[in-house]
């Protein structure tokens, strides 16, 4: 029985335009984020849903709620699909994360499959956390259709181990977009990527943001 996922990044932040790191920290929408929101919930309101689950995060949280307030359901906040935790990197822009930890930084621009936030989570750690939340709510829900609404790196390192990505390989995976849908089956216990941060319906309001 197939079961398939939206995993939904949320819209621009704050934190974004600043340039800063935030994995487990907080961080409120722009108001380009809230209207990106609002177009994805506009998209999302046609596909059936059985289910909306979303990172605990309010930047998640409330893009989430755009798409549920349409559709009159509700939210299933859950942690396990936070961004991923940065440790000593947590809400330091980024140009101090390259002064700071030259090493780590070095990765994270050319090898970033093989990236440990120093004091946080690897990348590795990541795709572990996420595919075994994945797991449990498609066999939770065999057959049905689930939003999450996660995070840039979450969705980025969860993919690329679903294609099957090694380290070396991951960078060559890009960003998905602000608020893009990147759609998953699963059967028999494997996923599969149908899709990767599609966005068409976001148009001029697309922002292509690295974290």
């Not at 995993?7 to 974004?16: M, S």
């Not at 939210?75 to 700071?100: C, H, P, Q, S, T």
Request: proline letters at 1%; one cysteine or more; charged letters at 25%.
């Amino acid at each position: 029985m197939k079961t398939t996922i939206y995993l939904i990044r949320h819209g621009e932040t704050e934190a974004n335009l600043s340039n800063t790191y935030v994995g487990h920290t907080d961080a409120m929408l722009t108001e380009k984020g809230r209207l990106q929101a609002k177009t994805a919930a506009e998209y999302l309101k046609n596909i059936h849903t059985d289910f909306i689950y979303s990172s605990d995060l309010s930047r998640a949280f409330e893009t989430a709620i755009c798409t549920a307030s349409l559709k009159g359901m509700k939210v299933i906040k859950d942690v396990r699909f936070r961004e991923m935790y940065g440790g000593k990197w947590e809400n330091l822009k980024i140009e101090d994360i390259a002064k700071k930890f030259p090493d780590e930084y070095n990765i994270w621009c050319n090898d970033i499959g093989r990236l440990h936030c120093v004091g946080g989570e690897s990348v590795g750690d990541v795709q572990k956390r996420i595919v075994s939340a994945l797991t449990d709510i498609a066999e939770k829900h065999k057959g049905k259709t689930i939003f999450v609404f996660c995070h840039a790196a979450v969705i980025r390192f969860t993919s690329a181990k679903l294609y099957g990505m090694t380290p070396e390989e991951t960078k060559g995976l890009p960003w998905a977009s602000n608020a893009s849908c990147t759609i998953l089956e699963y059967e028999n216990g494997n996923f599969v990527v149908k899709d990767y941060g599609y966005d068409k319906y976001m148009g001029k309001l697309t922002t292509y943001v690295n974290f």
